[in-house]
């Protein structure tokens, strides 16, 4: 649906992107991250014909961006960082200015209007003026323009910036429930909400494209070992001694006592080497039950650390 190819964005000396490579298949929401400076609002705004690229190329539903810009922009529903509202209108004026922008007339703009209202549950206060409306409230409107004339994309830059964490959980669902009809980027700096909603993530930084990838990829790919939590019903130095003698165990420790006359261990091992047979059949053997073996993956989080700080800035 999004074809993003070796898009570069100059300005004078300084490479705001640099020859970013992406796509977006029809149907697929993608987290599209990166630090502040990182080239990530530029290219968006270039996805949107915001501004031109330097190089490269942009192609939305087969459209580019430079030879049709009008065909690409009726398939695009853009919710910037700060929605671009007008304060003295009310909801319903607002919405209806910008189906006269988008060139949605007739009966179809009433019906659309009405459902796109009830699907962002702002019918109650349409009647309100704009500046009146909580900061949530208004970053409801601002879904509502975005989704006017039923574009087939949705790009949302920090759609839930701002928000208590009752709004933020009603505007995730939301655009949950918007990802069965619709292809979605959506940028934010919450990236616990990123990993509840997006399928797979676009790590941007200093304008080049550093990981992509479904978070569960990027965390195997990743990380340098693989850590399990175990919960052995068995003595704590008794199950430290044995584990830790199993060839390919990093280290294990102890987290104390959750369920009685059990203890829980993390255990790591080297990267490649998977312990679980060895750890199944030696704690089997000492009559130590393994009630419970859950694999830690890297948070998005670390992931994003990872792949966005260089050595000097660790050291």
């Known amino acids: ?25 029809k149907g697929e929401i993608l987290g599209f991250l990166g630090p502040n400076g990182a080239g990530k609002t530029t290219t968006m705004n270039i996805i949107t014909g915001y501004i031109s690229t330097t ?21 695009i529903g853009y919710l910037p960082e700060f929605p671009p509202l007008y304060m003295d209108m009310t909801v319903q004026e607002y919405l209806n200015f ?87 980027i959506l940028s934010s700096h919450i990236l616990p909400e990123v990993s509840a909603i997006c399928e797979r993530v ?22 340098d070992s693989r850590k399990f939590s175990l919960r052995i019903a068995a003595e704590e130095k008794q199950a430290l001694k044995l584990i830790r003698g199993i060839p390919g165990v990093k ?15 993390l255990v790591e091992s080297e990267k490649d080497i998977d312990i679980r047979r060895p750890l199944f059949y030696a704690l089997s053997r000492a009559e ?6 859950k694999s830690i993956d890297l948070t998005l989080e670390d992931i994003f650390l990872q ?8 050291s």
């Open 1 to 25: 649906m999004i074809q993003v190819e070796n898009v570069t964005k100059r300005y004078g000396q300084h490479v705001a992107v640099d020859h970013v490579n992406f796509t977006v298949n």
């Open 55 to 75: 190089e490269g190329s942009v192609k939305v539903d087969g459209y580019d961006i430079l030879a049709e810009p009008e065909e690409v922009k009726k398939r």
């Open 98 to 184: 910008v189906s006269d922008i988008k060139k949605v007339f007739g009966p179809r703009r009433k019906q659309s209007m009405e459902k796109i209202m009830d699907l962002v549950k702002i019918g109650d206060v349409r009647k309100r003026l704009i500046k009146n409306l909580s900061k949530g409230y208004k970053q409801r409107v601002g879904l509502a323009q975005a989704l006017i004339g039923n574009p087939p994309v949705l790009i949302l830059d920090e759609p839930t910036v701002g928000l208590d964490p009752k709004q933020i959980i009603e505007i995730r669902n939301l655009i949950k429930e918007l990802g069965r009809e619709h292809t979605i």
């Open 202 to 223: 676009v790590i941007i930084n200093k304008g080049k494209i550093v990981a992509s990838d479904t978070p569960e990829n990027l965390s195997r790919g990743l990380g």
């Open 251 to 265: 280290y294990a420790e102890s987290q104390g006592v959750r369920e009685k006359d059990t203890v829980d261990i």
């Open 288 to 293: 130590f039950p393994i009630l419970m073996m």
């Open 307 to 314: 792949v966005t700080t260089t050595e000097k800035e660790v």
